[in-house]
């Protein structure tokens, strides 16, 4: 048997617009830690998270017959997973919205500078963070939407998108400085 | 300051998130199933699509067939409906004698010259072929002076032209004493024409036996020249005396000589009977054609047995009255599936050793750690191109259409197809990752060639599809005598065969 051509994210996608439940696979395996990546900031714990991947992959599978080869795969995921976690946690959102900011327990962690931050320390940080601040920090500075997107996707202000934003990023200084002092 | 602190967090987030690796995907994926298992079932009907366009295409061919054979029957029966009009304009000597006609000449035009027997054996075929067998003393002596004097305006009566013609001595007139004649037009109009036989009239020497006639050639310029009666070419003479020209009168001249009315029953009857003639004749074809949808299981060791379909035509050739030699072309697509394990042949078992080493190499977007994959699944596609040889014995050709066959099947393939998947749990052991690959490789347009390498097997049993057609069921097996495709895979099919056969039905 001939070597096997190496199968690239173009014939991937290619063959998942004809419907090929192989390269379905592929795909979703290809893109798993990434999806992840993206779903678990949003998301209250992994099961959540793992549940609003499978909920995105679905729709991407779906929809891939119109997806526009030209553009990146990887920001069309982030999109349509941005936009699912979101859906997902729509109700916290607006519950959120009401909550007292300052009401926030203070974190417990053995987290170091910035740059030792790993992916469970940084989750444990925006746990801490109410929904509504964590969701505009990941899609604001992570995911990189603008106040508008978000205010149209959330269904808010585009000032309350700001100061959301302007709380979150203060909330975390305060967690990284009192690690600092803990660590320090 | 805070600035910096917030940018600095920004990308470490960045940076961990986007390089962000799992070890639950296969996890994830059997939940994703789970929740969205359509995917899977989608891919059915595209193989089970051969089969339904396959029988669409045949039951579509066995309508219009069907619709074209009725149509045929209609066709004969309008013929002498649309003459039948014109009955009431005659005198009712003649009345018996139209409808006759149309067994002789329906709806020709009148033809002016001799030479077109072939253009009158178009439309009279059966009734003229009928006339030379059932009425051998009928014959084509008519002699062209008779012809002429014969040749009457389109539209005139008989009874004129046979008043006008020159007297020919008759004797006395002997029905022909063939047996089917009672049931055959011609014989009919012999024998209705029988006592009113007058002098002088020259058509009816069509059936005295003293004239000679021995071959369907000569009787059909004979009918030619019984509507030469009509023409208007020659119609002067006759049309001398207009007091004698009757209303319009397409019918030749030849049979309306017969008053009898009783006969018209019986022509009536026998016209039935006719269109079954050619049927007899085309059931001593030598060769017959059929064309087929199958649909059956590929199976195989080690393989889950898989849904398929196929077409194709065949010809069966006779080579004695209970056996016929059955060969034509077949297109159908093979499907193999084996879970955990390999296809039992060497070719196929050693063609996966050296793809594991670089089948890795597919999935290098995955994981940058290598590992002894483990063989997962393996899939065969292979659309092949089949050439059966088979010898069919039919158990009573007369009375019904069951029979037995068997023979050997050569071929190719058009398409052959192989996927083989594996896994790596080395890699997931490793890295917590465990990922997948498929190695697929294409072989296209008739990579090989194999010769007797399938027995068949197959017994049929038929039944009637209208006049002309037969369906007949044929469950099936064709088992493999040696490997088949690139991959030397031992497989067969059995299924059953729904065939439609351009052939009579047996009486």
């Known amino acids: 048997m001939h070597p096997p051509p190496r199968i690239t994210e173009e014939e991937i996608v290619r063959q998942c617009k004809q419907g090929s439940l192989k390269h379905q696979e592929l795909l979703y395996k290809q893109f798993y830690g990434y999806a992840m990546g993206i779903s678990l900031r949003y998301s209250l714990n992994r099961d959540d998270a793992l549940e609003a991947v499978n909920d995105a992959f679905i729709k991407v599978f779906n929809a891939i017959g119109g997806y526009n080869t030209d553009k990146p795969f990887k920001a069309w995921l982030r999109t349509i997973l941005v936009n699912t976690a979101i859906d997902r946690r729509r109700k916290d959102l607006k519950f959120q919205l009401n909550v007292e900011l300052d009401n926030a327990a203070p974190i417990r962690s053995n987290m170091g500078p910035v740059d030792n931050l790993n992916a469970q320390d940084i989750l444990k940080m925006m746990v801490e963070l109410p929904t509504i601040q964590r969701t505009i920090f990941n899609m604001y500075e992570i995911d990189g939407y603008d106040h508008d997107e978000i205010a149209t996707t959330l269904g808010i202000p585009v000032s309350s998108s700001r100061v959301y934003l302007s709380r979150a990023k203060e909330r975390l200084r305060t967690i990284l400085r009192k690690e600092a002092q803990n660590h320090g | ?507």
């Open chain 2, 1 to 507: 300051m805070d600035d910096q602190l917030d940018n600095d967090l920004r990308d470490r987030i960045r940076e961990v998130f986007d390089n962000y690796e799992d070890t639950t995907a296969d996890e994830g994926w059997l939940l994703l199933r789970e929740r969205f298992p359509v995917q899977e079932k989608q891919r059915r009907p595209v193989f089970l699509w051969w089969a339904s366009a396959a029988a669409v295409l045949l039951l579509f061919l066995s309508i219009g067939l069907w619709i074209a054979s009725n149509k045929n029957n209609t066709n004969d029966h309008a013929q002498i409906t649309a003459a039948k009009p014109v009955k009431p304009a005659l005198p009712q000597q003649n009345s018996s004698a139209d409808s006759n006609v149309q067994n002789v000449a329906p709806a020709q035009p009148p033809v002016i010259t001799k030479q077109s027997p072939a253009t009158n054996l178009a439309a009279n075929n059966s009734t003229q072929q009928s006339a030379t067998k059932l009425n051998p003393a009928g014959n084509a002596s008519v002699s062209s002076a008779n012809v002429l004097a014969n040749n009457s305006a389109l539209n005139k009566k008989a009874n004129n032209a046979i008043v006008n013609q020159p007297a020919t001595t008759v004797p006395a007139f002997t029905p022909v004493p063939v047996t089917p004649a009672a049931t055959n037009p011609v014989n009919a109009i012999a024998k209705a024409i029988t006592p009113a036989v007058q002098p002088g009239d020259n058509h009816v020497s069509n059936v005295l036996p003293g004239k000679k006639a021995d071959s369907a050639n000569a009787v059909l310029p004979q009918t030619n020249t019984q509507q030469f009666a009509n023409t208007p070419a020659v119609q002067s003479p006759i049309n001398n005396n207009p007091a004698k020209t009757p209303p319009v009168n397409p019918v030749p001249s030849v049979v309306k000589v017969k008053p009898k009315t009783s006969s018209m029953e019986a022509l009536l009857a026998s016209d039935h009977d006719q269109p079954k003639k050619p049927d007899m004749e085309t059931d001593d074809r030598r060769v017959k054609f059929s064309v087929y949808a199958a649909t059956f299981f590929n199976y195989a060791k080690g393989s889950q047995n898989q849904i398929n379909a196929g077409a194709g035509f065949t010809s069966d050739i006779k080579l004695s009255k209970n056996l016929k030699l059955s060969t034509g072309l077949a297109l159908a697509q093979n499907t193999l599936n084996y879970n955990k394990n390999q296809p039992s042949n060497g070719v196929a078992a050693v063609s996966f050793s050296p793809s594991l080493s670089t089948a890795y190499n597919t999935m290098a977007d995955f994981s940058k750690v290598s590992s002894t994959p483990s063989f997962k699944n393996y899939n065969a596609n292979l659309i092949g191109l089949d050439i059966p040889v088979n010898l069919k014995y039919e158990f009573n050709p007369q009375k019904n259409d069951t029979y037995i066959s068997a023979g050997l099947s050569s071929g190719t393939f058009i398409n052959e197809a192989y996927t083989a998947s594996y896994s790596y749990p080395g890699l997931a052991q490793a890295a917590g990752v465990q990922a997948q690959t498929s190695d697929e490789t294409t072989h296209k347009s008739f990579n090989s060639f194999y010769f007797a390498k399938t027995l068949n097997v197959a017994f049929g049993v038929g039944y009637p599809l209208g006049k002309s057609n037969k369906l007949i069921i044929e469950p099936f097996l064709k088992y493999p005598l040696d490997g088949l495709g690139s991959q030397q895979i031992k497989f067969g099919a059995g299924g059953l065969n729904l065939k439609l056969n351009f052939t009579t039905h047996k009486k």
